[in-house]
């Protein structure tokens, strides 16, 4: 069992950058490989960018490579998104997910909220 918990989400002026972080419990935390997702309003969830259990191996949706930056520290149970030069677009509840399948995943937490202002 994982249980998950965003924070880091609000309001920023497009261009801007948030940092996201998910607090993960659980002792498996590790050999999970993570992801974040985001939906905005009226739409699917989509995937935002995955890490593999070490976070030696990253992959990014086109919409945000080279503005996001997924990252995990094992050691504190934490995985983290860095969001730069944000732009409208980016809008949308932002997941954390342990064991993502395509659009499944294992765990999710509870979603943290990001607007972007244009």
């Known amino acids: 069992q994982v249980q998950l918990v965003e924070s880091g989400g609000g309001l920023v002026q497009a261009g801007g950058s948030l940092r996201l972080s998910c607090a993960a419990s659980g002792r498996t935390f590790s050999s999970y490989p993570m992801g974040w997702f985001r939906q905005a309003p009226g739409k699917e969830r989509e995937f935002v960018a995955t890490i593999n259990w070490s976070g030696a191996t990253t992959y990014y949706a086109d919409s945000v490579k080279g503005r996001f930056t997924i990252s995990r520290d094992n050691a504190k149970n934490t995985l983290s998104l860095q969001m730069n030069s944000l732009k409208s677009e980016d809008t949308a509840v932002y997941y954390c997910?342990?064991?993502?399948?395509?659009?499944?995943?294992?765990?999710w937490g509870q979603g943290t909220q990001v607007t972007v202002s244009s």
């Open positions: 997910a342990a064991g993502p399948r395509g659009r499944e995943a294992d765990y």
